[in-house]
């Protein structure tokens, strides 16, 4: 019992806007590296980043909501980005075989 | 105690993840995104989602950083890219995620979100409840999923695969 008040006064210290507003700056710095960066990696890890906001916002409206589903779905969130993570540096490792550079202003051939 | 913890944690992710944006070095931004994916699972702990803070060290820093720390190495890309992009578009891009952030900040502030909860569940993120949620009301997705990591892995094999041959 003394848990659940723990947890009740540490959820009443630290409203939710403050974890929609975290979830918001760490969203646009993800999207700021996407567009500021020209190597691939990056833009990957930025969109890492993007996920990962995400799933901090899920989790915190799950737990101010008493919800579990949404918990579930970051749950596959995770599974989502794992995936896309492999596919994506396979990629990635290919098209520097193949042309010898990971800056996305070399891969310009579909651009106009 | 608990606040302060939260504003800690929050300034060490958000001013891990600007300096992993800024900076030239691909390995030293993995670096970066590692230290604020940690602060990020301290939140997670912070509420009260052990599985999932447990699952997303486990992942993220696990699986998908090493995954890029070995592309890196493997790409043996030692020497930072030189080439930049123009002064404009970097401060056109600065300036579309900082005026993002601000227009959701500024839509959201005035939100109410509802009281924060009178009674707190305290099972809701341990591995018990979530593998309820999980094996019955996701049973499906789940399985979806596992064919979504077969699928992904027979198409990492094909593209090496097919590099092989033109070589």
């Known amino acids: 019992m003394n848990d659940v008040t723990q947890l009740q006064d540490q959820l009443r210290l630290v409203p939710l806007e403050h974890y929609v507003f975290l979830c918001i700056v760490l969203f646009c710095i993800g999207l700021t590296g996407v567009l500021l960066r020209r190597n691939l990696i990056n833009v990957f890890l930025s969109i890492e980043l993007m996920l990962n906001s995400i799933n901090l916002l899920a989790v915190a409206f799950s737990v101010y909501y008493n919800d579990p589903n949404a918990q579930a779905f970051v749950f596959f969130i995770m599974v989502v980005a794992a995936a896309e993570v492999a596919v994506g540096l396979a990629m990635l490792v290919m098209i520097y075989r193949n042309v010898q550079t990971v800056d996305i202003n070399a891969l310009n051939n579909l651009k106009w | ?167």
Not at chain 2, 59 to 65: E, L, R, T
Not at chain 2, 105 to 112: D, E, M, P, Q, Y
Not at chain 2, 146 to 167: C, H, Y
């Open chain 2, 1 to 167: 105690m608990t606040a302060i913890l939260f504003y800690l944690l929050s300034a060490i992710c958000i001013i891990s993840s600007i300096l992993m944006i800024f900076h030239k070095n691909a390995m030293y931004s993995v670096l970066f995104l590692l230290i604020c994916f940690f602060s990020v699972a301290g939140l997670y702990v912070m509420l009260n989602a052990q599985f999932l803070a447990i699952v997303h060290i486990i992942v993220y820093a696990g699986a998908i950083m090493v995954l890029f720390l070995y592309v890196i190495m493997f790409l043996n890309m030692s020497t930072p890219i030189t080439i930049r992009k123009s002064k404009l578009v970097m401060g056109i891009a600065v300036f579309t995620g900082s005026s993002l952030c601000f227009v959701l900040v500024t839509a959201l502030w005035a939100t109410n979100f509802g009281q924060n909860p009178a009674i707190v569940n305290q099972d809701i993120g341990l591995a018990s409840t979530l593998g309820k949620v999980l094996f019955n009301e996701f049973l499906i997705p789940f399985e979806v999923s596992s064919v979504l990591f077969l699928s992904s892995m027979v198409g990492i094999v094909i593209f090496n695969k097919k590099e092989q041959k033109d070589e």
